[in-house]
């Protein structure tokens, strides 16, 4: 019973990122609005995703979400193609703010809205779900992942050659 609760948590979190199952499940969540942390104004996910797109999950007070983003910060300078979206989690508009700053993001920051935690297995972070160009998960990373580790990642994935 609890593989079966933890399967069905996993479904809801891929239908409401919007990805394609091979059920055939609709992606029609990503066009809903979504509060985001950098300009105060709202998005959705398809706006912000391009060819990929990698959603990092942070809270205020998480120091190795810190250390997470300082490695996306510095990959992506050598790879455009992994297009990171900070989102927060467990917290609030206040700290995830003063996090970003104590990060000096430069990212898209989104908040994670409640079905997307819902759809988590666990809330522990820093996690990194990769997104593919067809909205496929193609990696679910929980825990601070290093840079060479990452890369390997993305280029297995073709995101970043």
Known sequence: MRGLIGHFKLVRLVVWIGLTLSSGLSYGFVELPLKRLDSQTYSSLQALHRSAMTLSFFTPECSWCKKQHRVLKELSIVCRGINPVMVGINGNDSGYKRALRRMSNE????????????????????????VGADWQVVANLVGYVDKASLMVTFQQEGICA
């Open 107 to 130: 990212f898209p920051a989104i908040i994670a809205p409640k079905p997307l935690q819902a759809g988590l297995e666990n809330n522990h972070v820093p996690r990194i779900i990769v």
